[in-house]
């Protein structure tokens, strides 16, 4: 799987976007990216995947560049129990029985009042 | 929403003590894992399993380390002699098949050995 680079920490302010980057400059055609959250130590928590396009839930936005070498997480409008290390992976899709997701060190978001 | 179980969410253990780790997958799931995280360390992969054998193991899951599905619903973690560096937090996690599925965490089970 290609390795990943983010920021070790970011502050956000409460109400206001969140963006946390992400480098996978080696990423290959048919990697997915992932970005999971861990609220102090509960289980990593799905938030959003894409391929190439752009992709929108309920929790976020997945903004991936158009050469597909980085991608940005948008959390619209941060609250404080968004304050969590946020964890971006590239994996490819999981159609085999080896299929598994490799953790980094992820991002500490703080979300401060 | 459905969801990774695990129980016990703490438990304490003697070192050198037997510990079993239980989950219950989502039900339609047919890929299961262990991850575990050692305080102030990464999620760190174990052993993944499907079609009731294991796919892939890490170097950590070593011998004393073991999977078992006993039925169609649980999925558990046997350490069979624990060590004082078994203390973690224990993650079961299932995945449908298909491809860009995702993969889903319970809300893990510490272990503590003394």
């Known amino acids: 799987d290609a390795k990943t680079t983010q920021p070790t920490s970011m502050d956000c302010a409460e109400g206001r976007a969140a963006n946390l980057p992400c480098n996978h400059s080696?990423?290959?055609?048919?990697?997915?990216v992932y970005w999971y959250r861990q609220i102090h130590s509960q289980g990593p928590q799905y938030i959003i995947h894409?391929?190439?396009n752009n992709e929108t839930n309920e929790m976020a936005s997945l903004i991936i560049t158009e050469d597909r070498k980085s991608s940005t997480l948008i959390l619209p409008h941060a609250t404080l129990r968004d304050t969590a290390v946020y964890y971006c992976?590239?994996?490819f899709g999981g159609g085999g029985s080896n299929y598994k997701l490799t953790f980094g060190k992820g991002t500490l978001l703080t979300v401060n009042p | 929403e459905p969801e990774v179980t695990q129980t016990p969410s703490h438990q304490v253990t003697q070192m050198g003590q037997e510990v079993i780790l239980r989950c219950v997958p989502i039900?339609?799931?047919?890929?299961f894992y262990w991850y575990r995280q050692i305080l102030g360390q990464k999620v760190e992969f174990l052993v993944s399993?499907?079609?009731?054998?294991?796919?892939?193991k890490s170097e950590i899951f070593d011998d004393q380390f073991s999977v078992e599905r006993p039925d169609g619903s649980n999925f558990t973690l046997k350490i069979r002699s624990t060590k004082l560096e078994d203390s973690a937090m224990y993650f079961c996690?299932?995945?449908?098949?298909?491809?860009?599925?995702?993969?889903?965490f319970g809300e893990g089970s510490w272990l503590t050995v003394v």
């Open positions: 996690a299932s995945k449908p098949t298909g491809s860009g599925n995702t993969i889903y």
């Open positions: 080696t990423i290959s055609g048919n990697e997915y």
């Open positions: 894409g391929l190439k």
């Open positions: 992976i590239v994996s």
């Open positions: 039900s339609n799931h047919l890929y």
């Open positions: 399993f499907y079609n009731n054998e294991i796919s892939e």
